[in-house]
């Protein structure tokens, strides 16, 4: 079934270091994190759990309003407890949905909205114009124009806002040249 959706993917930034490091503190925390951060908050902004990815998440919201009150709500408790750092992409737009068991969603928009998470800068959150336009005045004073970003694989480009900056390096950004580039700067010998 196809519909209009709001979807939202969450991100750890160093996940797979925090797990090197400490594999059952992490996992430790995931669960407390779960228990204490995701379900309250999805519960409060009324957002449905697609699936848990280990180091990140998959919901769908019906509201972008309350996606990014959830997306920012996740933000400032995960500053304030400094144990992790996220990333959040959010886009809206037709969603094809697969009742399961277990549930999913497929199309552009998941991955537009994987394109936007991937290119946050850990702490932010990213989006696109089709949720900004949704936004109230004060949720709208959060984000700052990013202007149009091509992203890998996807065919037209999306004007970003976000939280913070975009991470430029990041893979999920498209390439014009994708060669590597190399710059030659003439040396010069000075005889004595």
Not at 92 to 109: A, F, I, S, W
Not at 131 to 145: A, G, M, P, S
């Amino acid at each position: 079934m196809r519909s209009l959706g709001v979807i939202f993917l969450a991100d750890i930034v160093g996940y797979s270091k925090m797990m090197a490091r400490n594999e059952p503190e992490t996992l430790e925390f995931l669960r407390t994190f779960s228990k204490t951060i995701i379900r309250p908050t999805l519960e409060k902004h009324s957002g449905t759990m697609i699936k848990s990815l280990g180091d990140g998440w998959l919901l769908e919201f019906q509201s972008a309003r309350n996606a990014v009150n959830c997306a920012i709500d996740w933000q400032n408790l995960s500053k304030r407890d400094e144990k992790i750092s996220l990333r959040v992409g959010i886009h809206l737009g037709d969603v094809e949905h697969e009742d399961g068991p277990p549930p999913d969603v497929y199309g552009d928009t998941v991955n537009i909205a994987a394109r936007l998470e991937s290119i946050a800068e850990p702490g932010d959150v990213a989006i696109s114009t089709s949720v900004y336009l949704c936004l109230d005045d004060e949720q709208t004073k959060l984000f700052q124009n990013c202007g149009k970003q091509s992203l890998k694989n996807i065919t037209t480009p999306i004007e970003v806002w976000s939280t913070g900056n975009l991470n430029v390096g990041s893979t999920g950004l498209a390439r014009d040249n994708v060669k590597p580039a190399i710059s030659i700067k003439p040396v010069e010998f000075i005889d004595n």
